[in-house]
Nanobody, 116 residues
Framework: VQLQESGGGLVQAGGSLRLSCAAS????????MGWYRQVPGKQRELIST???????KYVDAVKGRFTISRDNAKNTVYLQMNSLKPEDTAVYYC???????????WGQGTQVTVSS
């Protein structure tokens, strides 16, 4: 599965962005999709997942502020990000997961920059 992220940009603290992740194949049969983020010098971090059944999980740092969703008809996964903080600044990626192992081809990511 090829993945392409979009929707990043520069936003002030407290603002919102919605990221999109378009998949090259149907995702309706893919149980687990996830969003990651990476800052320079650090490992890519899994921050949110969603199953086909609608079960979502978030790391504590984004819980209550970020919402993952998926539109299987459009083969797209979204990440709504509200109340953004400067520490959310990162390149954001999505992927298909097997267990918690990413198995799709990484896209180029989308840069999110939050100014204070």
């Amino acid at each position: 599965v090829q993945l392409q992220e979009s929707g990043g940009g520069l936003v002030q603290a407290g603002g919102s962005l919605r990221l999109s992740c378009a998949a090259s194949e149907t995702i309706s049969s893919i149980n687990l999709m996830g969003w990651y983020r990476q800052v320079p010098g650090k490992q890519r971090e899994l921050i949110s997942t969603m199953t086909t059944g609608g079960t979502t999980k978030y790391v504590d740092a984004v819980k209550g502020r970020f919402t993952i969703s998926r539109d299987n008809a459009k083969n797209t996964v979204y990440l709504q990000m509200n109340s953004l903080k400067p520490e959310d600044t990162a390149v954001y990626y999505c992927n298909v997961l097997a267990g918690l192992v990413p198995i799709g081809a990484w896209g180029q990511g989308t840069q999110v920059t939050v100014s204070s």
